[in-house]
């Protein structure tokens, strides 16, 4: 892993039985929820904050 003082963002690999959480990106692409971490905030925090803020938006995908 790179030092922390590099990471500038942070994404969740969230799995429920065989189906990945994804959320709509900017592009309309399917993407991992995460983003941009804010100062004194940890990764950790960052992709909590954006799963419970997106799980309504949230699509359940196979990755098969």
């Known amino acids: ?22 959320v709509r990106g900017p592009d309309d692409l399917s993407i991992l929820p995460g983003g941009r971490i804010e100062s004194g905030e940890t990764s950790t925090r960052r992709c909590a904050a954006s799963c419970w803020r997106r ?10």
């Open 1 to 22: 892993l790179p030092p922390l003082r590099y990471v500038t963002s942070a994404r969740a690999l969230v799995v429920r039985a065989d189906q990945v959480m994804t």
């Open 55 to 64: 799980r309504a938006g949230a699509s359940w995908t196979s990755p098969y």
